[in-house]
């Protein structure tokens, strides 16, 4: 069971109208396979740091720093108002292993020598925006890189136009359908190497 209840909860008014509709539907956080396949892909790849784009109420941000038992540390970043909330929480919850940046993937600077061995992508799924979060994504030189929504078409031609081919594990994602509002929303996750 993962416990998400020091986070806020979001409502339908919990996002910037300027960046649009922010992604309701949560992966299903407390579903033992989903714990178990993050949990491998850590021990496996003994996962130290993430960079997470996309922090939106820090339910993912809890669950690798949860599951991933080598994290020492996760940045995450999202632009949105709600997610300082939720910043603020994980921060206060997880000490010094969070770090939030109130910032869009866009307008990111890394730093000098900047590496994560895991990088989270769950920011903006349209438009030309995963692809360059995948672009700053291969930056950091990661071991991992895992992202949400692959089953979105502007996310599928991200994906083929970074060459990102090598999905790992069986099966090759990890597919889930949540309901949030009433609405069933399927999504894939996706992880590459």
């Given at each position: 069971m993962l416990d998400v209840s020091f986070l806020p909860v979001p409502d339908e008014n919990q996002h910037d109208p300027k960046i649009g509709m922010q992604g309701w539907g949560y992966l299903p956080y407390n579903n033992p396979q989903l714990h178990e396949?993050?949990?491998?892909?850590?021990?496996?790849?003994?996962?130290?740091?993430?960079f997470e784009i996309g922090t939106f109420a820090g339910y993912s941000t809890t669950l690798f720093l949860e599951h991933l038992y080598h994290l020492d540390?996760?940045?995450?970043?999202?632009?949105?108002?709600?997610?300082?909330?939720?910043?603020?929480?994980?921060?206060?919850?997880?000490?010094?292993?969070?770090?939030?940046?109130?910032?869009?993937s866009t307008f990111y600077v890394?730093?000098?020598?900047?590496?994560?061995?895991?990088?989270?992508?769950?920011?903006?799924?349209?438009?030309?925006?995963?692809y360059l979060?995948?672009?700053?994504?291969?930056?950091?030189?990661?071991?991992?890189?895992?992202?949400d929504n692959i089953e979105l078409p502007d996310v599928q031609r991200a994906v083929k136009k970074s060459g990102l081919f090598d999905l790992i594990h069986d099966p090759d994602y990890f597919y889930y359908t949540n309901e949030h509002r009433g609405r069933r929303q399927p999504g894939i996750l996706g992880v590459f190497t």
């Amino acid at each position: 069971m993962l416990d998400v209840s020091f986070l806020p909860v979001p409502d339908e008014n919990q996002h910037d109208p300027k960046i649009g509709m922010q992604g309701w539907g949560y992966l299903p956080y407390n579903n033992p396979q989903l714990h178990e396949w993050v949990a491998n892909i850590g021990k496996k790849y003994k996962i130290k740091t993430v960079f997470e784009i996309g922090t939106f109420a820090g339910y993912s941000t809890t669950l690798f720093l949860e599951h991933l038992y080598h994290l020492d540390k996760i940045k995450t970043i999202d632009p949105n108002n709600f997610s300082v909330g939720a910043g603020a929480a994980l921060k206060k919850k997880y000490g010094h292993r969070v770090e939030y940046q109130k910032i869009t993937s866009t307008f990111y600077v890394k730093s000098t020598g900047e590496h994560y061995d895991m990088v989270f992508i769950d920011g903006s799924h349209n438009g030309n925006v995963p692809y360059l979060d995948i672009q700053l994504a291969l930056s950091f030189k990661p071991k991992v890189i895992m992202m949400d929504n692959i089953e979105l078409p502007d996310v599928q031609r991200a994906v083929k136009k970074s060459g990102l081919f090598d999905l790992i594990h069986d099966p090759d994602y990890f597919y889930y359908t949540n309901e949030h509002r009433g609405r069933r929303q399927p999504g894939i996750l996706g992880v590459f190497t």
